[in-house]
């Protein structure tokens, strides 16, 4: 359907153990993975930042990262009056972005994009940044991801911003993963929510896709979510439903319910994804086993509740997705830092 984006290489285990024992650089780069600047890895003041296989939101990255800077130096273009102080400008110095615990990183492209924004503020001067480990990727503690080198000043003021952008993806990328793994050869997939950070959206989503789940809808205007109050204040299941087609007759529609028997009146005037909201295992399967013996083509998702510890239980009922809103908003940070070299 539109409204599901995945990448199924993503939830492939062999793909995370190779990754895990090498880390080569990201597909993207055409160069050696120690080559920096236009026709291959990442320059602060090139033009040519790779997004990688998982689609990286350029326009909300930057957005974000804008944000973010005026929120960290103050009035544009702002200043961090340490650094400023206690740097030389003309100081250049290497710096590694290193992880301290295991995890799945998401948010690689976000570096270069940021300390090309602290250079351009604030005239610090250029940082060129070598990927060692894409966005995907399997990641231990001490693992290198990214190599910085140039101007001190620049990498240091951009230090907070970008690790606080990739800890937050790499954080969702990670929970992301343990579920992807949990339901590996169950045929059932883990799609996300809207219970997103406030502009976060399209960066958490993109997360989520790097750690092997799949975009559910991105917002209110690409798909029709019939719930509990939308029937409710248009009179019922059927009454919701046709409503929705006659205002937005291109737009997919689900229903949500709770019992099998409203799975079966929507389906009867015409929903073809059902939602079935915080039900037992027990119940969810003779929802499926009734929707299937339908004969129509339904996909039909679990939604309400659901935890890692009872993930496999809910795949074996036959459901095609399992909906998470935790993968967005429960997410603990994957950390990173950054470190100057001696």
């Known amino acids: ?13 062999d793909r995370f153990a190779t990754i895990s024992e090498s880390t080569p ?25 790779p997004v990688g296989e998982f689609d990286f939101p350029v326009d909300e990255a930057e957005r974000v990262i804008e944000a973010a800077l005026d929120e960290d130096l103050g009035a544009d273009p702002g200043r961090d009056v340490t650094t400023l102080a206690t740097i030389p400008a003309e100081q250049l110095r290497e710096a590694v972005v290193v992880a301290r615990a295991d995890g799945v990183v998401a948010g690689v492209p976000a570096i270069a994009r940021v300390v090309d924004a ?29 190599r910085l080198s140039g101007a001190t000043q620049t990498i240091l003021i ?3 911003t970008l690790l606080n952008i990739l800890s937050r993806l790499s954080g969702v990328a990670t929970h992301t993963r343990r579920w992807a793994d949990e339901l590996g050869g169950s045929g059932a997939m883990v799609l996300d929510t809207r219970k997103t950070t406030p502009g976060l959206r399209a960066l958490e989503k993109y997360a989520v896709r790097c750690g092997g789940g799949t975009n559910k809808r991105m917002g209110l205007y690409d798909v029709a979510m019939i719930k509990d109050n939308h029937k409710l204040a248009a009179g019922g299941v059927a009454a919701a439903y046709d409503a929705v087609r006659a205002a937005y007759p291109g737009v997919d529609v689900q229903v949500e319910v709770t019992t099998s028997a409203e799975a079966l009146e929507a389906i009867d ?5 059902i939602m079935c909201d915080n039900m037992s295992v027990e119940l969810l399967r003779a929802t499926v086993d009734a929707i299937r013996a339908t004969g129509e083509s339904v996909e039909v998702e679990a939604t309400g509740g659901l935890t890692l510890e009872v993930a496999a239980a809910y795949a074996a009922t036959g459901v095609d997705y399992l909906s998470v809103g935790g993968l967005t908003h429960s997410s603990p940070i994957l950390d990173i830092a950054l470190d100057l070299e001696e």
């Open 158 to 160: 951009a230090e907070r």
């Open 269 to 273: 005037v015409g929903a073809r994804f």
């Open 1 to 13: 359907m539109r409204w599901l984006r995945h990448q199924s290489v993503t939830v492939t285990p």
């Open 25 to 49: 650089a990201a597909p993207h780069l055409t160069n050696s993975e120690h080559s920096v600047g236009p026709s291959g890895g990442l320059s602060v003041g090139g033009s040519d930042f």
């Open 118 to 146: 602290v250079s351009e503020r604030l005239g610090t001067g250029c940082v060129d940044v070598v990927v060692e480990i894409p966005d995907g990727a399997a990641v231990q503690r001490g693992d290198v991801i990214a």
